[in-house]
């Protein structure tokens, strides 16, 4: 077996020579054994919803990494369609080679308890049941045996049941996303949640991902962290399980730092307003931090910018609290803000608002769970503070010194630019997909 090459008869030629056509076929023998082709190989993403418009944090992750893997691949989406955004598959057909969408069903009440108690018979989470669709499984089912995918990939935990729907031979690496470790997220959400019969139903919820999430997992040839610290979380749960670490990222060319002449006043909170984490967190802002910062700086307001704000979060609105709601653009709010806060108490996974504001040169004051995850020091890329009285003296110390401002704002910048833009965060994606094609 070999390649046709005409050797000279010079020996150091000839063992050269021979050396490339040995590199030759071991590189035909892999291909034959992994079905694959390592510089364009086919994958499909099942994601919950398609990636645009770039509405939240996990939409923006998937769009970035998506787009940077298709441009040596040939990818494919499933996903459900948001409800209003008619134009999510012509934007994202300028990437992918197939895209299927499907709408969430609207189910009678009964219908949906029903499932719900067979799940919780199953010992399957019983949220699942909200992301039940006939039509994806019909899709997947059909794109899976008409297409060979040499990796199938799902993004969250709370769609690995996806998995099932999927025609796939044994060539085919499956790779399951944690953009968050659920049981973590929802054990601290029943922390914040006032209502005992709300938060007993959220905490139960939570001790069913516990039990079901890590063990789940392990139909899947890789699973993804967003962070070491969830990646320890999986792997303490089940050591059996194989977990990579792929961070958030930012556009750092889109990101540019912007200019800062004078310091105004003005704060600015950034994220999904019906998602309770960050409901719980503009409430006990504006309640417990923001008096505090009035007595040193009078003129202090607030910018709450993001989509569906809670009723809750709509009443803050007014005495220097200003609710935004969506927005197509946060730019132009970072250019009339000085500071970004992430005064969040629950929640899990890694915040690209956190690295948003890094680019933008904008300082952060945080709590220690809004920065968790990434790589960054107190003091150096942002201040964190967990208590109202230090998140207030936070705030004061930036808007008072100018030396801290530029430090924390320079350090942040190069922290971004080094370690989270999205290019080198798909390639070390792209490092697991070889590794899992030579597996």
Not at 108 to 117: G, N, P
Not at 367 to 380: A, K, N, P, R, S
Request: aromatic residues 10%; hydrophobic residues 40%; charged residues 20%.
């Amino acid at each position: 077996m070999g390649f046709p090459i005409n050797r000279e008869p010079n020996r150091i030629f000839s063992y050269f020579l021979a050396a490339a056509e040995d590199l030759l076929i071991s590189s035909y023998i892999l291909t034959v054994i992994t079905g694959s082709n390592l510089t364009n190989m086919r994958i499909l993403y099942i994601t919950d919803y398609l990636p645009y418009p770039l509405i939240a944090g996990d939409l923006i992750r998937n769009y970035n990494l998506i787009c940077c893997v298709a441009k040596s691949h040939q990818v494919s989406i499933v996903g459900f369609q948001i409800p209003g955004s008619c134009n999510s598959i012509t934007h994202l057909e300028k990437y992918c080679e197939h895209i299927e969408g499907a709408y969430l069903p609207n189910r009678r009440k009964l219908f949906r308890l029903h499932r719900m108690f067979s799940y919780l018979l199953s010992g399957t989470p019983y949220d699942f049941e909200f992301l039940y669709s006939k039509e994806l499984i019909w899709k997947i089912k059909a794109l899976t045996s008409s297409v060979h995918f040499d990796i199938i990939q799902i993004e969250h935990s709370r769609m690995a049941l996806y998995r099932e729907a999927v025609l796939s031979d044994a060539r085919t690496k499956h790779v399951l996303t944690f953009h968050n470790v659920a049981s973590h997220q929802y054990d601290r959400i029943a922390n914040i949640i006032l209502t005992p019969l709300k938060r007993a139903r959220t905490w139960l919820y939570s001790r069913m991902l516990r039990r079901w999430e890590p063990y789940y997992a392990e139909h899947f040839d890789r699973c993804i962290a967003v962070s070491t610290d969830d990646r320890n979380l999986l792997l303490s749960a089940n050591p059996r399980l194989k977990v990579a670490v792929i961070p958030n990222g930012i556009d750092t060319r889109r990101y540019q730092r912007l200019p800062m002449e004078e310091i105004h006043p003005t704060l600015l909170m950034v994220g999904s307003m019906s998602y309770l984490p960050n409901v719980d967190g503009a409430i006990w802002f504006c309640h417990e931090i923001l008096p505090i910062i009035k007595k040193a700086l009078n003129n202090i307001q607030i910018l709450i910018v993001g989509s569906s704000p809670s009723p809750e979060v709509t009443r803050l609105d007014g005495n220097a609290v200003c609710v935004i709601g969506q927005v197509d653009d946060v730019i132009p709010y970072y250019k009339q803000s000085a500071i970004s806060i992430v005064p969040l108490r629950a929640g899990g996974g890694t915040r690209l608002k956190v690295l948003e504001a890094m680019a933008l040169g904008r300082p952060i004051v945080s709590t220690t769970i809004g920065c968790e995850g990434l790589d960054v020091v107190d003091g150096e890329h942002l201040l964190i503070a967990d208590h109202p009285e230090q998140f207030a003296e936070k705030i004061v110390q930036l808007l008072t010194k100018t030396d801290l401002y530029r430090h924390i704002t320079q350090n942040a910048r190069q922290l971004v630019e080094e370690k989270y833009d999205w290019k080198i965060i798909s390639e070390k994606l792209l490092g697991v997909y070889s590794e899992l094609a030579q597996d």
